[in-house]
């Protein structure tokens, strides 16, 4: 059974930091990229930042570049996200995803065989 579970939301002032975890079972982690969305009450789900653990590589949203890391543990099957300097309009729910395809990353909310766990909820005040 496929199982991606999320944890490490919780409400922070803006400034300061949290760190998702995701914890993946159930299929070859590092045959698939692992991702993080985020769907804000009344938003369409996007793409936060996703990482290929066979080869290292990360992508990041425009939006939190600089200040978000994505980061992966193969021996646990655990992908991090690091969010530093977090404003107001990070607040979300958070999901971690997996696919093999990392190319088509910012849709798959709308694709098909997507793995997808439950949300993490962040909350940034002013």
């Known amino acids: 059974e496929v199982q991606l579970q999320a944890s490490g939301g919780g409400s922070v002032q803006a400034e300061g930091s949290l760190r998702l975890s995701c914890a993946a079972s159930?299929?070859?982690?590092?045959?698939?990229?692992i991702g993080w969305f985020r769907q804000a009450p009344g938003k369409e789900r996007e793409g936060v930042s996703w990482?290929?653990?066979?080869?290292?590589?990360?992508g990041y949203a425009e939006s939190v570049k600089g200040r978000f890391t994505i980061s992966s543990e193969i021996a646990k099957n655990m992908v991090y996200l690091q969010m530093n300097s977090l404003k107001p309009e990070d607040t979300a729910v958070y999901y971690c995803?997996?696919?093999?395809?990392?190319?088509?990353?910012?849709?798959?909310?709308?694709?098909?065989?997507?793995?997808w766990g439950q949300g993490t909820q962040v909350t940034v005040s002013s």
């Open positions: 995803a997996a696919d093999p395809d990392k190319e088509s990353f910012s849709g798959w909310p709308q694709l098909p065989g997507v793995y």
């Open positions: 990482i290929d653990s066979s080869d290292g590589s990360t």
């Open positions: 159930g299929f070859t982690f590092d045959d698939h990229a």
